[in-house]
T-cell receptor
Framework: DADVTQTPRNRITKTGKRIMLECSQT?????MYWYRQDPGLGLRLIYY???????NKGEISDGYSVSRQAQAKFSLSLESAIPNQTALYFC????????????FGPGTRLTVL | GENVEQHPSTLSVQEGDSAVIKCTYS??????FPWYKQELGKRPQLIID?????GEKKDQRIAVTLNKTAKHFSLHITETQPEDSAVYFC????????????FGTGTQLKVEL
């Protein structure tokens, strides 16, 4: 869905580096989410935000932080990257109760060496 | 929290046959059950969803059934085609309760010619 974009699409970094992944949406949705996808584990929720002032931890928030700079922007940071954070990261948006469906961005493939 | 189990992890069918993927959930408060399809290298996309006040929903070759008592729901694909080959994820959430999706671990469906 071109309405949800992520940058960068691919990133290779080294252990200990700080990394920021960015997500932007033009759908006008209030709710935004960050997921991590690992083979055989499905998608797991890292953080989610109801609006600019509301940030919530998901099931695997340790080692990550987020910033909701505006309704349209939600960034995920790895303060000190480690190899087991190597994964595919997806941003998503939704707008309940009108729209429960979550719309995903194209994903960011992160490799931590 | 919610726990979603999905089976099988891989499924191979002949073109034209039917495919069934099953999921169970743990939280009786969950009331929204989407299914996402993820093609190789692409983002997950919603293919069908069902709410707890409905027992079955159909969209062309795809159908989903829900048994609230047993806390399980299933995806049925009839007359499978090669383009149905993908990873399918079930998920569960409480609509309006944060809209947090808990995903199953995915099913790799392969439709063979």
């Amino acid at each position: 869905d071109a309405d949800v974009t992520q940058t960068p699409r691919n990133r290779i970094t080294k252990t200990g580096k700080r990394i920021m992944l960015e997500c932007s949406q033009t759908k006008g949705h209030d709710r935004m989410y960050w997921y991590r996808q690992d083979p055989g584990l499905g998608l797991r929720l890292i953080y989610y935000s109801f609006d600019v002032k509301d940030i919530n931890k998901g099931e695997i928030s340790d080692g990550y932080s987020v910033s909701r700079q505006a309704q349209a922007k939600f960034s995920l940071s790895l303060e000190s990257a480690i190899p087991n954070q190597t994964a595919l990261y997806f941003c998503a948006t939704s707008d309940p109760p009108l729209v429960d469906e979550q719309f995903f961005g194209p994903g960011t493939r992160l490799t931590v060496l | 929290g919610e726990n979603v189990e999905q089976h099988p992890s891989t499924l191979s069918v002949q073109e034209g046959d039917s495919a069934v993927i099953k999921c169970t959930y743990s939280d009786s408060a969950s009331n929204y059950f989407p299914w996402y399809k993820q093609e190789l290298g692409k983002r997950p996309q919603l293919i069908i969803d069902i709410r707890s006040n409905v027992g079955e929903k159909k969209d062309q070759r795809i159908a989903v059934t829900l048994n609230k008592t047993a806390k399980h729901f299933s995806l049925h694909i009839t007359e499978t085609q090669p383009e149905d080959s993908a990873v399918y994820f079930c998920a569960a959430s409480i609509s309006g309760g944060g809209n947090k999706l808990t995903f199953g671990t995915g099913t790799q469906l392969k439709v063979e010619l």
